[in-house]
């Protein structure tokens, strides 16, 4: 798998002293850099493993992160994310880059942790309808879970693969706000199911990771999370 097609790799951050306050510093060539939105929080914790990571609490409004609308955040055939998260409660967006044409249409893709526990990944068809993968196992609630979600593929949660789907994928050319934690269904900057909860390590790829690789992620880096 070649580093080319990793294009959302924010550094990570480990020791005493804390990141900085306003911005995701992306590693990958596409320099996807991310800025911190809203009033409140994503604020830095810092983990007993040493590794920071980001908190959303709630306390403030439009609070994610944005990574900005290059072409190589946008829906394409293949693309993955992936992240470590420790879910509060409520339905949160981990990662979005869409708009909601109307109630039932929408372009691009999201993915999210719905009040049940269940994981989903929901795209557009071009602007027209929706498809959508949605895992049976539920996540427990203030727990560290790695989960990968690839379109082409289904949905990993801890190195495994928990749903075996793929779902619809009609590219688009409008240039969506890619964030981390949140959704902005208007494409405004007023943002809907902000994340409750912590997020770390996060990626996106436009490739489709194998299985083996998937695992190999999990593995790599279970030790920060207590695994």
């Not at 993968?133 to 727990?143: E, F, K, N």
Request: proline fraction near 4%; hydrophobic fraction near 35%; include cysteine.
């Amino acid at each position: 798998m070649s580093a080319t097609g990793i294009v959302l790799n924010p550094r990570a951050y480990v020791g005493s002293a804390e990141p900085p306050a306003t911005a995701l510093d992306d590693m990958s060539r596409f320099r996807n850099n991310g800025t911190f939105t809203g009033d409140g929080s994503p604020d830095w914790v810092r983990l007993p493993s040493g590794l920071w990571c980001l908190n959303y609490t709630g306390d403030g409004s439009d609070d994610a992160i944005d990574c900005g609308t290059d072409s190589s955040l946008r829906l394409t055939s293949p693309l993955a994310v992936e992240a470590w998260l420790n879910w509060t409660s409520g339905e949160c967006a981990v990662f979005s880059n869409i708009r909601f044409v109307d109630s039932t249409n929408r372009d691009g893709f999201w993915v999210r942790i719905e009040a049940t526990g269940v994981v989903q990944m929901q795209t557009s068809q071009n602007g027209v309808g929706a498809d959508s993968m949605v895992t049976i196992d539920q996540i427990s609630a203030g727990v560290w879970i790695h989960i990968l979600v690839d379109l082409q593929v289904g949905i990993y949660i801890n190195g495994s693969l928990s749903l075996s789907d793929t779902v619809t994928v009609s590219t688009y050319d409008t240039p969506y706000t890619f964030l981390i934690g949140a959704r902005d269904q208007n494409n405004d900057g007023n943002y809907e199911a902000e994340f409750l909860g912590r997020i770390a390590l996060p990626r996106a790829y436009i490739f489709s990771p194998s299985a083996a690789y998937v695992g190999k992620r999990y593995t790599a880096t279970k030790h920060w999370f207590g695994k």
